[in-house]
């Protein structure tokens, strides 16, 4: 998430009432996460295991809970609770709008485009030329969508992350302050729910097209022209590369990449970075021809067993 302005490591300090380490005029432009920072960025971390990774990440401001050697060219913001406080940053540059209208007057919506009844828009959302918005449709603010692009009834694009810390009194939220980008030509399926980044964009590529009762997490990044079908459940930071194809009932794990033009099959648990180009299957995920071979091998125990007898 970038800010509106370059502010300074003690106007930010100021915000959030800690400590810093650095030039008081030290610039920062934005905060994201550890996986798409870059210079002039607030990163936060709270555990020691982390601490490593952020200070060596692209981030060249680190909101930590630890007074450590600051390494050259970045700065610290000296935090008791850095989850808590990148909470109040992402509440003040983004703070929650309040809307009493279907269409908020800050939309944005293109010559031809059609949105039928019921369907809420949010502000400052951008819609392009000649889509058409079912009934039902919730769009939260800030969405971005292109143009030719089709939603179906009572699909939701951005809602928060699925993003909590556990403490003693129980699950405390990660703000959510991103959006969701639609691509052009892309089509969405009746009853899905698109999830927007954290501080990043959520985004599904030009000429995809997702069936219905799929589910999209935080900061997901879908390729061009993908097939996802129905009841499909992709989690936060994901990355699926151009004309990807997932069969129904595929469930993913977070932080991993498919490849370009692989084909996921039916009820698949992706567990782990597969290469493009392959056919996929089973729990945990395997080419699908080893898998299929291994299946009809296990049909082969009981005789093998009598051979034994």
Known sequence: MKFQK????????????CEYVGDKKFPVTGMNEIHVVESGDI????????????????ATIVLINKNVACPDGKALLISDDPFRDFNKLTNYFKPFQFSNVSIATSASIGEGTVIQPNTFIGNHVVIGKNCLIHSNVSIYDYTVIGDNVMIHAGTILGADAFYYKKRPEGYD????????????????GALCTIDKGVTGDTTIGE?????????????TVIGKKCLIASQTGIAGCVIIEDEVTIWGQVGTTSGITIGAKAVILGQTGVTK?????????GTPIEESREKLKQLANIKKIPEILNKLK
Do not use: C, M, W
């Open 273 to 281: 970075s597969v290469e493009g180009g392959k056919s996929y299957f």
């Open 173 to 188: 939220q990660l703000l959510s302050g991103g959006r969701v980008v639609i691509k052009d030509n892309v089509g969405i």
């Open 6 to 17: 370059t502010h300074s490591l003690e106007e930010i300090a100021s915000i959030i009432d």
């Open 43 to 58: 990163v936060f971390v709270d555990h020691p295991k982390y601490y490593d990774k952020a200070l060596n990440s692209a």
């Open 207 to 219: 000429g995809t097209k997702i069936d219905n009762q799929v589910h999209v997490g935080h900061d």
